[in-house]
């Protein structure tokens, strides 16, 4: 099963204090659909101990990649943060950002999309908006 070893995955980088990798492993897991309750269980101690910090990490690295022009990367990294934090408003707009930079039009609209359905009070929602109502 595809999500277990995804947790099995986490769980062995958690151990060997990859609390990143392990938060990267699981950001894609809908904790619902594990299919057993220790699983579940496992899921969420990692997630707990391991996703906010991830998404900091994740952010700051990929900030640095921007400000260096190395929109890839930046991409990759923002795109990790905004997983394992769907609050980080910054990391979505950024992750954007670098898309646009790299002439990715549909991977920018899908994460201006993000900010417009779910950041509309943020200082970033104007820009979103445009953008996205320009590329539809």
């Keep these: 099963n595809k999500l277990l070893t995804a947790v099995i995955k986490a769980a062995n980088l958690y151990i060997s204090n990859d609390s990143t990798g392990a938060a990267e492993a699981i950001a894609d897991v809908d904790v619902s659909s594990l299919p057993v309750e220790e699983a579940k269980k496992l899921y969420n101690t990692i997630s707990g101990a391991?996703?906010?910090?991830?998404?900091?990490?994740?952010?700051?690295?990929?900030?640095?990649?921007?400000?260096?022009?190395?929109?890839?990367?930046?991409?990759?990294?923002?795109?990790?943060?905004?997983?394992?934090?769907k609050t980080k408003a910054d990391a979505v707009f950024y992750a954007a950002k670098s898309y646009v930079a790299?002439?990715?039009t549909e991977d920018a609209k899908k994460y201006y999309q993000y900010i417009v359905d779910g950041f509309r009070s943020s200082s970033y929602y104007s820009e979103a908006n445009a953008y996205v109502t320009s590329h539809s």
């Excluded at 991830?54 to 990790?80: E, H, I, P, Q, S």
């Design 50 to 85: 391991t996703m906010m910090n991830a998404a900091n990490d994740l952010y700051n690295r990929g900030m640095k990649a921007y400000n260096k022009a190395d929109y890839t990367t930046a991409a990759d990294l923002l795109v990790g943060a905004y997983k394992c934090d």
């Design 102 to 104: 790299l002439n990715q």
